[in-house]
């Protein structure tokens, strides 16, 4: 099994109650931010899946220690 299917597995159900408008069409946004990665030095991840998987999924591993509530807005600034 895939990584990218693993984490999608575990987690899709799990955004979609947490997240109502969360939608799994992030393509846009990592398009974006592979192209910007490539001018400036943003990641050392360089794939569409180390993206979605190391920086999407990653960001809402908040989810599991800290409950969100209606409408919060979360900034995920890094530690690199």
Do not use: W
Request: proline letters at 5%; aromatic letters at 10%; charged letters at 20%.
């Amino acid at each position: 099994m895939k990584l990218q299917a693993f984490f999608l597995d575990a987690y899709a159900p799990l955004l979609f109650i947490l997240f109502p408008s969360f939608s799994m069409d992030r393509e846009p946004l990592i398009t974006t931010f592979l192209e910007m990665n490539g001018r400036i030095n943003l990641s050392a991840i360089r794939d569409a899946e180390g993206v979605r998987i190391k920086h999407i999924m990653d960001s809402l591993e908040l989810t599991k220690v800290f409950p969100l509530q209606d409408g919060c807005k979360v900034c995920d600034i890094g530690t690199g």
